[in-house]
Nanobody
Framework: EVQLVESGGGLVQAGGSLTLSCTAS????????FGWFRQAPGKEREGIAC????????YYARSEKHRLTIRSDKSKSTVSLRLDNLKPEDTAVYYC???????????????????????WGQGTQVTVSS
């Protein structure tokens, strides 16, 4: 079955860093593009980072670019997201998504709402304490 499994979430102090991972299975990793989204309690889902497996291009939510790093490891079918200088406002469920068209991932960056992408993970909770 198709699976996107997130890991690496947890509790971290403000100012710290955290790396999330998304491992894909059940579909050809190299034929899809990947993104990360977050959803805070009571708010809409927001696109924050995406990456192209074809040329390595990356896009980030404009306001968060300096604190985010997305990377793809094709040998492990895994996409990671490093979050630096974490703030309490970063507390949210973080979701991994995969899509056959990169354009729709790039268009979702910095925007609120859940786009109709091909595959979604179940999310991993990140809680930032002050």
């Amino acid at each position: 079955e198709v699976q996107l499994v997130e890991s690496g979430g947890g509790l971290v102090q403000a100012g710290g860093s955290l790396t999330l991972s998304c491992t894909a299975s059940g579909f050809p990793f190299d034929d899809y593009y990947f993104g990360w989204f977050r959803q805070a309690p009571g708010k809409e889902r927001e696109g924050i980072a995406c990456i192209s497996n074809s040329d390595g291009s990356t896009y980030y939510a404009r306001s968060e670019k300096h604190r985010l790093t997305i990377r793809s490891d094709k040998s492990k079918s895994t996409v990671s997201l490093r979050l630096d200088n974490l703030k309490p406002e970063d507390t949210a469920v973080y979701y991994c998504a995969a899509n056959k068209r990169f354009y729709f991932l790039t268009q979702a960056m910095g925007k609120l709402g859940t786009p109709g992408l091909d595959y979604w993970g179940q999310g991993t909770q990140v809680t930032v304490s002050s």
